[in-house]
């Protein structure tokens, strides 16, 4: 099965796990890159805004088409309980070319179930997984249960 991995990371913990997870599947990533990808206090200021308001990013186009894989897994950091805003935007754009998905998220402490369940929504499909780990679960990703149970779902299906 011809895997993507598409996720977004502001911090590095989500790619940090979307590169462990493209290893364990052999999958390829993309990277989701907002058009005005700085760290300024004028750019967070607008991140906020957009995930308070549910609005989605402008993002670069991903070099990859996700038409192509029989799955894609997606990634994204959890923001006040919410989808990040680049996420957003990538489902919005991308879809319909979704043939089967699974979902995983960081967070510092809840709100993937709730992100997930937006996913679920924008993406108009069930994942065949979801993985939400927080900084601890980060510490040791070789021996994580909950990232193993995942990743053995996924391969299942």
Known sequence: MKTLII???LSGNTKKLGDFLADKFSADTAL???????TSLFTMLRLIFHVLLNKASK???LGVEPAQ??????????????LSSPMR???NQEKSNFKKVAFFCTENSAGGSAVFEIMSKLCDKNPVATLEMTRADMIDLDNNQKLSSFIDTCQGE
């Open 7 to 9: 996720y977004y990371s």
């Open 32 to 38: 989701i890159e907002e058009i005005h990808n700085n």
């Open 59 to 61: 993002i670069r186009q």
């Open 69 to 82: 894989y029989d799955f894609v897994i997606l990634g994204t950091p959890v923001w006040m309980m919410r």
């Open 89 to 91: 935007a990538l489902i």
